[in-house]
């Protein structure tokens, strides 16, 4: 592999973090890391997906954020001769059909498979365009993803799409009418538009009809489709508790859903001895490309490497506390004060505090706390209510 990691242009920062749910609506930093260098799109109505083909036949299509209430997966599609598999369906319906629209300027082979990576809503919510595009269609995904798609996530979930959303969507009117009032014209027509985006991202993830997976797995399926072998695989509890990543063994090319994330992996809610574990498995198929849940693909192992080092660092520091009797929240504090911790840091996020701030929050205070619960034996499968 090369000696550096690509990474798209940061998107513009927006003009305020509206909302703070912990998975349902990402903080507004998520906007400016996810590694695609298109504009934020309209909420309701993302505009064509960036493509890129880092192998031939592989394609990866990055949706923009919904303006500033949500992000969306990467969508991997791998063409065959037999058909296409696709990883990922994109977080809402409209995101997905955008998608299908570039998978047919490709090739007119069906999409036979889709696989889903894991139960966040920015990866599945638009499987139900696949399933009636492609008759036939196999949805498949790892067993304990299934069970959670089948109700936990989807009320997981209500509480932003029945009071968090809406109520920020009457601020940002509010905003907008005092703009009005003051005859401030712009600002009123930037706010207006704003609200009407987010709007149309709220209509959008009611409408969803959940569909589920058709065909799970516990540890490993093998796809063979024309000339193609494409591995499902999943590490065990990772970030979620059923994560499915793929291996194409021919072209080593490794798709990983969001057990990676360029540059900054969500650690919420995640099993941090599983998590290490499921990098260490990564790295060992030393794959020509890596294909992340979010950001642009890369062709260096140098992110993962640093995002395991610092897993390991953090949970040896974390511990160590724990058994000295410190409390989660000093713990946080001590870890960001470690020089390794801060190497690694701006190793993975750079000097600009936006990132710095993100890496914080994500890769520190989440996953701190998740070494304490998992030290006290308190991970289960259920979905957490808050980090």
Not at 86 to 113: E, L, S
Not at 187 to 207: G, M, V, Y
Request: aromatic share 8%; net charge negative.
């Amino acid at each position: 592999m090369g000696p550096g990691r690509e990474v798209a242009a940061p998107m513009p920062l927006q003009p305020r973090v509206p909302i703070r749910l912990a998975f349902t609506f990402r903080v507004l930093a998520s906007l400016a890391l996810c590694g695609m260098s298109t504009p934020a799109a309209a909420a309701g109505a993302p505009a064509n997906p960036q493509h890129t083909e880092p192998v031939s036949g592989v394609h990866v299509f990055q949706t923009a954020p919904y303006g500033d209430v949500g992000l969306d997966g990467n969508s991997v599609a791998i063409v065959t001769s037999g058909g296409v598999v696709v990883f990922d369906a994109n977080g809402t319906p409209a995101a997905a059909h955008a998608v299908i629209a570039q998978i047919r300027k490709i090739t007119q082979q069906p999409v036979r498979y889709l696989v889903l990576s894991h139960w966040h809503w920015d990866h599945w919510y638009g499987a139900e365009v696949y399933a009636s595009e492609f008759p036939g269609l196999i949805i498949v995904a790892h067993e304990r993803t299934r069970a959670l798609m089948a109700g936990p996530a989807v009320e997981f979930n209500r509480p932003g799409l029945e009071s968090q959303l809406p109520a920020h969507i009457q601020e940002v009117e509010a905003t907008a009418a005092k703009a009005r009032s003051g005859l401030r014209k712009e600002e009123a027509a930037r706010e207006e538009a704003h609200a009407a985006q987010d709007r149309a991202f709220l209509e959008a993830k009611r409408s969803v009809k959940f569909t589920l997976p058709t065909l799970t797995f516990a540890d490993s399926l093998t796809l063979f489709l024309g000339e193609r072998e494409i591995q499902v695989r999943s590490p065990g509890h990772a970030i979620t508790p059923g994560d499915a990543y793929l291996y194409l063994p021919r072209e080593r090319v490794l798709v990983t859903g969001d057990l990676l994330v360029n540059p900054i992996t969500y650690a919420l809610f995640c099993y941090p001895t599983g998590w290490i574990s499921a990098l260490e498995r990564l790295d060992a198929f030393d794959a020509t490309w890596i294909i992340p849940g979010h950001g642009a693909p890369m062709r260096s192992e140098q992110l993962l490497h640093d995002t395991h080092d610092l897993l390991v660092r953090e949970r040896k520091l974390a511990l160590a506390l724990k058994a000295a009797g410190r409390s989660v929240e000093y713990a946080k504090k001590e870890v960001l004060l470690d020089q390794e911790v801060r190497r690694l840091r701006e190793a993975i996020a750079g000097l600009d505090p936006s990132p710095q701030e993100s890496f914080n929050v994500y890769l520190v205070d989440w996953f701190v706390s998740r070494v304490y619960e998992e030290a006290d034996g308190r991970l289960d499968d259920r979905i957490p209510t808050r980090p």
